[in-house]
């Protein structure tokens, strides 16, 4: 794996080989020294053109307990406010000499053009580009179903046959166009729930059925999992809903909708949360809710991408 850009182009044998790595960079975050030397020597820059905080920490962690020297830039402050170029940028960065670029851009296709342009030859791990794609963190969600699913014994497994319900703001959402390519590759049967205004252009075209009825859509499959999305008011310059209150009625996970729930559901949100609007404290603060759990195999996941990109090594190797 040269990059990972989207995870419309990882085939199913890599995803799976980069989630069971994923399985021994978990067993490294339980140690008491979290610490392995697999990139000792190299300098990863974390290239976020916009604000983030939970993405660029995790990153940030996960180069750091493989031994990598890290550079962090944000483009306020920067030299990006006066003007200059993804192409200068990168290109100074890149006569410091560094080794991997994890990039986030508020501009969908950004880490493509890096990728592709000549500018830079190194590694790049997308990071989330405007509303195109947010690979690790459809890798990271996979890896919880994963784990949940199949425990211990989840390595080399794929998620055939699970159901999974994604509700919420489609049409902004990197994270669903990462998680429905993702899941269509492990095998799972993918529903997307919305109102129509929150929903793409030639969303039938993709590989997942679709209603605009939450209960309907409860009732008809009887979810594994289902992913709440946040809506993402600040990509929104029209009015896609009424109101808020309206909102909630309708595709929000309330109180009685979660109960209404088999209880093995699995209740799934990639932060950050609008409490009482797209999801319930009660759903959100639930031992069915796995949100905690996907922040800590972010850093696991992210471990795996940047190990697989850096090193091209298909197994953990230890010094």
Do not use: C
């Not at 306020?76 to 100074?92: A, F, I, N, Y």
């Not at 053009?113 to 947010?134: C, K, M, R």
């Not at 919305?194 to 059925?209: G, N």
């Amino acid at each position: 794996m040269k990059h990972l850009l989207s995870t419309r182009d990882v085939s199913r044998e890599d995803t799976i080989q980069l989630l069971d790595i994923a399985e021994d960079m978990s067993a490294v975050n339980d140690r008491e020294v979290k610490k392995l030397p697999a990139l000792r020597g190299k300098t990863v820059v974390n290239l976020f053109f916009e604000d983030s905080t939970r993405t660029r920490i995790s990153f940030e962690a996960a180069e750091k307990r493989l031994s990598a020297d890290v550079i962090n830039f944000a483009a306020k402050g920067s030299s990006v406010s006066k003007g200059e170029s993804l192409k200068d940028t990168t290109q100074t960065l890149a006569a410091m000499g560094i080794d991997a670029v994890v990039i986030r851009h508020g501009a969908s296709g950004a880490p493509q053009v890096l990728a592709q342009s000549g500018w830079i030859d190194a590694p790049v791990i997308n990071a989330g580009d405007g509303t195109h794609e947010h690979p690790t963190q459809a890798l990271l969600d996979a890896f919880t179903m994963r784990k949940r699913i199949h425990g211990a014994s989840s390595r080399g497994k794929g998620l055939d046959g699970i159901k999974v319900t994604i509700v919420g703001d489609i049409l902004h959402s990197r994270v669903a166009r990462s998680n429905v390519w993702l899941l269509q590759t492990l095998g799972a049967e993918v529903q997307l729930v919305a109102p129509p205004t929150l929903l793409p252009h030639a969303v039938d075209t993709w590989p997942v059925s679709v209603s605009y009825d939450l209960d309907d859509a409860f009732a008809q499959s009887k979810p594994d999992v289902v992913m709440m999305l946040r809506i993402q008011q600040e990509r929104m310059h029209d009015a896609f809903f009424p109101n808020e209150r309206e909102y909630s009625n309708m595709w929000g996970l309330t109180q009685e909708r979660f109960f209404s729930l088999p209880a093995k559901t699995m209740v799934m949100h990639p932060g950050p949360m609008n409490r009482g609007l797209e999801i319930s404290s009660v759903a959100a603060d639930s031992p069915q809710s796995t949100v905690l759990e996907q922040v800590a195999n972010g850093v696991s996941v992210r471990m795996a991408a940047l190990y697989m990109v850096l090193t091209g090594e298909r197994e953990v190797t230890h010094d």
